[in-house]
């Protein structure tokens, strides 16, 4: 029967891999995360050898033949070309020289037997929110993903699918600049951001961010705040829990980054007009009132047209640490489809 067919979901992460399967029918037969080791620390034999135990693991789990199998989607963290070679100038999650340039997509490929659809962590994570928010719609769509994690992440939909770029690199949200001007208090630095720019997006609205740019700033102008006893990579992660509790100097610091997301979408809405916006990561991974004040100020600072405003919505990336898996999935069925 030509509707028995599945497509599996691989997404490499620093420490785990997650794994999921999509049938014919677009249903996930896995509703929570299925983790193995990764071993991306012991270089690319051993981690392609992880990567196919995951997906052996999942059809297991699921009961699913391998022969059903039509395709597999793969997601890493970057940066990566389209295709799915790691950069030959290497990556914070691929630390051997082995993996510098490394064809990770051809490699689990000829691994597998198995046809295998690369994309990036951000790109994939950004498809699964597209198509879980618009459904059997999602082809009519377009849409920008902000994730706010170690760094700021992401991508742009357009169609229903990733858009790649000539080389790859479209969609790279964190490295766009955005305007300073009523964002930064009154003496307060410009931003830097570890890939050389002042003043881009995830200069401001990342954990890196924090820790380098808004926590040093901050706390000068909140004399005896606790934080400033605490390490400053530690006290940047206690930030949100501060927030949520109300802290003022914490506040601070997310209003910073609403606004630099709201920044970032004005820049979106005259770009390519997208349908939604959405937002993900440990920033709205919090209570209900903390994460729908930092919704409300994103959108407050997001310049829509009023015929934008008409037709726009903004909501959250849903199920984020299975969104990378159910993504690679999405793609995988898209692109093998007959
Ligand atoms: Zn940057």
Same mark, same amino acid.
Request: charged share 20%; glycine share 12%.
């Given at each position: 029967?030509?509707?028995?067919?599945?497509?599996? /979901?691989?997404?490499?992460? /620093?420490?785990?891999?997650?794994?999921?399967? *999509?049938?014919?029918?677009?249903?996930?037969?896995?509703?929570?995360?299925?983790?193995?080791?990764?071993?991306?620390?012991?270089?690319?034999?051993?981690?392609?050898?992880?990567?196919?135990?995951?997906?052996?693991?999942?059809?297991? *789990?699921?009961? &699913?033949?391998?022969?059903?199998?039509?395709?597999?989607?793969? +997601?890493?963290?970057?940066? @990566?070309?389209?295709?799915?070679?790691?950069?030959?100038?290497?990556?914070?999650?691929?630390?051997?020289? @082995?993996?510098?340039?490394?064809?990770?997509?051809?490699?689990?490929?000829?691994?597998?037997?198995?046809?295998?659809?690369?994309?990036? +962590?951000?790109?994939?994570?950004? *498809?699964?929110?597209?198509?879980?928010?618009?459904?059997?719609?999602?082809?009519?769509?377009?849409?920008?993903? %902000?994730?706010?994690?170690?760094?700021?992440?992401?991508?742009?939909?357009?169609?229903?699918?990733?858009?790649?770029? %000539?080389?790859?690199?479209?969609?790279?949200?964190?490295?766009?600049?955005?305007?300073?001007?009523?964002?930064?208090?009154?003496?307060?630095?410009?931003?830097?951001?570890?890939?050389?720019?002042?003043? +881009?997006?995830?200069?401001?609205?990342?954990?890196?961010?924090?820790? @380098?740019?808004?926590?040093?700033?901050?706390?000068?102008?909140?004399?005896?705040?606790?934080? %400033?006893?605490?390490?400053?990579?530690?006290? @940047?992660?206690?930030?949100?829990?501060? /927030?949520?509790?109300?802290?003022?100097?914490?506040?601070?610091?997310?209003?910073?980054?609403?606004?630099?997301?709201?920044?970032?979408?004005?820049?979106?809405?005259?770009?390519?007009?997208?349908?939604?916006?959405?937002?993900?990561?440990? &920033?709205?991974?919090?209570?209900?009132?903390?994460?729908?004040?930092?919704?409300?100020?994103?959108?407050?600072?997001?310049?829509?047209?009023?015929?934008?405003?008409?037709?726009?919505?903004?909501?959250?990336?849903?199920?984020? +640490?299975?969104?990378?898996?159910?993504?690679?999935?999405?793609?995988?069925?898209?692109?093998?489809?007959?």
């Amino acid at each position: 029967m030509p509707d028995t067919w599945v497509v599996v /979901g691989l997404d490499n992460g /620093g420490t785990c891999n997650n794994a999921t399967v *999509l049938d014919a029918s677009g249903k996930f037969l896995v509703d929570r995360l299925v983790e193995i080791p990764s071993r991306v620390t012991e270089g690319p034999e051993i981690a392609v050898g992880a990567l196919a135990e995951a997906l052996e693991g999942v059809l297991a *789990l699921t009961g &699913v033949e391998r022969s059903r199998v039509r395709a597999v989607g793969l +997601d890493t963290p970057g940066p @990566a070309s389209a295709d799915g070679v790691i950069s030959s100038k290497g990556a914070t999650n691929f630390p051997q020289p @082995a993996w510098w340039g490394f064809d990770v997509r051809t490699a689990l490929e000829e691994r597998l037997g198995l046809p295998v659809v690369y994309n990036n +962590d951000g790109n994939a994570a950004a *498809l699964y929110a597209h198509h879980a928010h618009f459904g059997a719609e999602a082809a009519e769509h377009s849409s920008i993903s %902000a994730i706010v994690g170690t760094g700021l992440g992401g991508g742009v939909i357009e169609a229903g699918q990733v858009v790649r770029g %000539a080389a790859g690199m479209a969609g790279e949200l964190g490295h766009v600049h955005i305007p300073m001007e009523g964002l930064l208090a009154e003496g307060q630095p410009l931003p830097m951001c570890n890939c050389g720019f002042g003043a +881009d997006a995830e200069s401001v609205a990342s954990l890196t961010g924090i820790a @380098a740019n808004l926590l040093p700033y901050w706390l000068t102008r909140f004399p005896g705040h606790e934080l %400033a006893g605490v390490p400053i990579l530690e006290a @940047a992660k206690l930030v949100r829990s501060r /927030g949520e509790d109300g802290d003022p100097l914490a506040l601070k610091i997310f209003e910073q980054q609403a606004m630099a997301l709201g920044r970032l979408f004005t820049i979106a809405a005259n770009f390519t007009d997208p349908s939604a916006y959405f937002i993900g990561g440990g &920033v709205v991974e919090t209570g209900p009132k903390f994460r729908e004040w930092f919704l409300d100020t994103v959108r407050e600072h997001t310049v829509l047209r009023e015929e934008q405003q008409r037709v726009a919505s903004f909501a959250l990336v849903p199920d984020l +640490d299975m969104a990378g898996a159910r993504g690679a999935a999405i793609a995988a069925r898209d692109a093998s489809a007959p």
